[in-house]
């Protein structure tokens, strides 16, 4: 069975600090990876989508790999901005009878202070 | 495209009614969910449609809860009789081949609150 962990569960850092989340996979079988940010009150915007062909994935000042013979999966932000607070997720596959659909765990609640 | 369109976006419904929540999404995907978020049990998948059909709905909570998929561009959730427990943001999303082989696009939610 197919779960996720987020490592740290919550993070407060100064602005301007480089910073890293991560998700842990019990199964390392893992095609893609899409991570998301949520905002309070408001729904789930997905940031970068890691093909099963690719190992990370770049948009502006995020950055995400995927290491499918671990099961790990890393968020980095550089230069941390008070706008990139938000909760973010990494949500996992569930393998149920071979139909496909996205599982999310509790993610990593983020607070960058100005 | 203009993305998941989810209505509406705020429902205030009194205990015992009927509620209605529906969802477009984007054209051409062929799977679309229905997720509820609440503080307690964080985003739980309700049930998921492929080609209209409804593959996994374990997570509908109870006969009360059932959604439907007319057609390619529509679906609606509907909760009869509505309960304060109800009460949370649902959610839809939509993807071309499911997860994980594509990508998820979420609509921005109806905030349902059951008095």
């Known amino acids: 069975k197919q779960e996720v962990t987020q490592i740290p569960a919550a993070l407060s850092v100064p602005e301007g600090e480089n910073l890293v989340l991560n998700c842990s996979f019990t199964?390392?079988?893992?095609?893609?990876l899409q991570w998301f940010r949520q905002d309070p009150g408001k729904g789930l915007t997905s940031l970068l989508l890691i093909q099963s062909s690719q190992r990370e994935q770049t948009s502006g000042r995020l950055n995400a790999s995927l290491d499918k013979s671990s099961g790990r999966s890393t968020l980095y932000i550089a230069a941390s901005q008070p706008g990139d607070s938000a909760t973010y997720l990494c949500?996992?596959?569930?393998?149920?009878?071979?139909?496909?659909?996205?599982?999310f765990g509790a993610g990593t609640r983020l607070t960058v202070k100005p | 495209d203009a993305g998941v369109i989810q209505s509406p976006r705020h429902e205030v419904t009194e205990m015992g009614q009927e509620v209605t929540l529906r969802c477009k999404p984007i054209s051409g995907h062929d799977y679309l969910f229905w997720y509820r978020q609440t503080m307690m049990r964080g985003l739980e998948l309700l049930i998921y449609?492929?080609?209209?059909?409804?593959?996994?709905d374990s997570g509908m909570p109870e006969d009360r809860f059932s959604a439907k998929m007319p057609n390619a561009s529509f679906s609606t959730l509907k909760i009869q009789p509505s309960e304060p427990r109800d009460s949370a943001v649902y959610f839809c999303a939509s993807s071309l081949e499911g997860y994980p082989y594509d990508g998820y696009t979420f609509g921005s939610g109806t905030r349902l609150t059951v008095v």
């Open positions: 199964d390392s079988a893992i095609y893609n």
């Open positions: 449609f492929n080609n209209n059909v409804p593959i996994d």
């Open positions: 949500p996992y596959a569930a393998n149920r009878g071979g139909n496909n659909d996205m599982r």
